[in-house]
């Protein structure tokens, strides 16, 4: 058995290194699917945190109106913080809206003179609202519209928030879903090269093909070695991918670091070298193997 | 060991074997004999499995043949010895390992091999020409390489179909006093044959066929 499975090991080696010109091109073809498979990955990566880093800063914002009690704010706050679905409540005085509003803008001079001609405070006092679940946020506007608070409450910006949000979850699915097509098609179009390549190396080795069934090879003996041919094509396009993805992720990470900086890729890459390596080599060894016995099924009449 | 009861063939609507009915015992040497088209052919691939017939039964010692599975065809080729015209060698393989080839495929070691293939290439006169690849080999000498290989599973059964077709009289007559030598170690021998002087110096048991009928 053992002695077989070897001579199978050794015939598939000998299919990849006769053609050699062949074998690279299959190759070739099997690390572009795989790099966009690579580069798939990452930007799940990319947007699932870009997504989530969006999602972590957005709350709820209830403004006042003018004149409102603080008394009245706070009882609002304390039966918000009630809620199952809040996780921090943050009062923000009108004082303190303005406060800020002037260290933001602290070197505009037309604001900071526009201020100072105002004679009131024109700043609300507000509430921000962060829930426990960004699913939550509608069960928590839903509150604050009640009837009961209207003659309080001047404005919600959940609704504004919650379009930026949409808008980006939406463009990021569309970016994806297209990766997944492109993905596809190049992992398609891999499947074929090397279904291909196995059928000419089937067709150039059918003398021996025929003498093997003349002697009384096993299925398992005539098969075998294309597809071992076929895993090697995928092992080899593992090795290749990952040492052209992995310096291409290092390189892009600084620059994806500016944009959130939650975000080191170089970190996740390093933190995810078992699961990296795992993607690579299955998905080529999945894609080369698939091929091969796809095309031996077809071609290789035993 | 061998029998076909009523076999019929066709390809698509041509009929190259018709009602075919014939037995080869243990031991013997039988000579099926017709012209080229004849359907000797034909036969040697109902035999071997590697077609099956429309009507009757192709029976090899405890096989079946025309009722095997895909799977269990390698196990019926193995105890079949198979000589072709045109020799089937590997080009690119020597005289040692075309013979070697077909026990590497049955998983045989390779202590096993090394004893074996050197023995049969013996039998066949080859010894001293086993790292010689078949471009370096004269038409005898590499239908005798093709004969060791055939014997090299010990089969019971050594079918050569049309063996001397591609060579000279001398050469011909060499394979031929070879597979008389081979029956008489006991392995049964089918030979087809369209050649007259073959048929004569063989002088056994022939079954003559004529368009896909057993006519003698």
């Known amino acids: 058995m053992a002695t077989t499975l070897v001579r199978i090991i050794k015939f598939g080696f000998q299919n990849f290194s006769r053609n050699a010109l062949l074998s690279a091109t299959t190759v070739a073809i099997l690390v572009l699917a795989l790099l ?267 | 060991m061998i029998a076909f009861h009523n076999v019929t063939k066709k390809y698509g609507d041509t009929r190259v074997l018709e009602d075919i009915n014939f037995k080869a015992a243990p031991g013997e040497f039988l000579t099926v004999v017709g012209r080229s088209g004849a359907g000797k052919s034909t036969i040697i691939k109902l035999l071997i499995g590697e077609e099956k017939p429309q009507r009757g039964r192709v029976v090899f010692g405890p096989y079946e043949v025309n009722k095997l599975k895909p799977s269990e065809l390698p196990e019926l080729r193995r105890k079949i010895g198979i000589v072709f015209q045109d020799f089937k060698l590997l080009p690119t393989k020597t005289a040692y390992e075309n013979v070697a080839f077909a026990l590497e495929v049955e998983g045989r070691s390779d202590e096993e091999i090394g004893e074996l293939v050197p023995q049969m290439l013996d039998l066949v006169g080859l010894y001293d020409k086993q790292g010689c690849f078949p471009h370096e080999l004269s038409g005898g000498m590499k239908q005798r390489v093709a004969i060791a290989r055939a014997m090299v599973h010990h089969p019971s059964v050594i079918v050569a179909d049309e063996p001397t077709g591609n060579l000279d009289h001398d050469n011909a007559h060499e394979i031929v006093n070879l597979l008389l030598k081979i029956n008489e170690l006991g392995t049964t021998v089918i030979l087809a044959t369209h050649n007259q002087d073959i048929i004569k110096r063989v002088g056994r048991r022939t079954i003559k066929i004529e368009n896909g009928k057993i006519t003698e």
């Open chain 1, 36 to 302: 966009v498979f690579n580069g798939l990955l990452t930007f799940g990566v990319i947007a699932n945190s870009a997504v989530g880093s969006l999602q972590e800063k957005i709350d709820v914002s209830v403004y006042f109106k003018t004149g409102v009690a603080e008394d009245k704010i706070f009882e609002l706050e304390r039966a918000l913080e009630k809620l199952a679905e809040v996780k921090d409540v943050e009062y923000v005085s009108q004082e303190k809206a303005l406060a800020v509003f002037k260290e933001q803008h602290d070197g505009d001079a037309v604001i900071v003179q526009a201020l100072d001609e105002l004679q009131s405070n024109p700043l609300l006092a507000s509430l921000n609202i962060k829930a426990k679940d960004p699913n939550q946020y509608p069960t928590i506007a839903g509150y604050l519209e009640a009837a009961n608070l209207s003659e309080i409450i001047e404005k919600i910006t959940y609704a504004q928030n919650k379009v930026a949000i949409d808008r980006l979850a939406s463009i990021v699915n569309t970016v994806r879903t297209a990766g997944v097509a492109v993905a596809l098609f190049l992992a398609l179009m891999a499947v074929m090269v090397t279904f291909n390549t196995i059928r000419l190396a089937i067709y150039a080795n059918r003398e021996e093909l025929s003498v093997m069934r003349l002697v009384g090879a096993s299925n398992r003996f005539i098969n075998g070695p294309y597809i071992v041919t076929g895993v090697i094509y995928g092992i080899f396009a593992g090795i290749v991918g990952g040492l052209i993805a992995a310096p291409l992720i290092i390189l892009a990470s600084p620059h994806v670091t500016v944009f959130i900086p939650e975000l080191s890729l170089s970190a996740y890459l390093a933190a995810s070298v078992p699961q990296f390596l795992i993607y690579q080599f299955a998905f080529g060894i999945g894609l080369g193997a698939i091929s091969a016995a796809v095309a031996v099924r077809r071609y290789l009449k035993i």
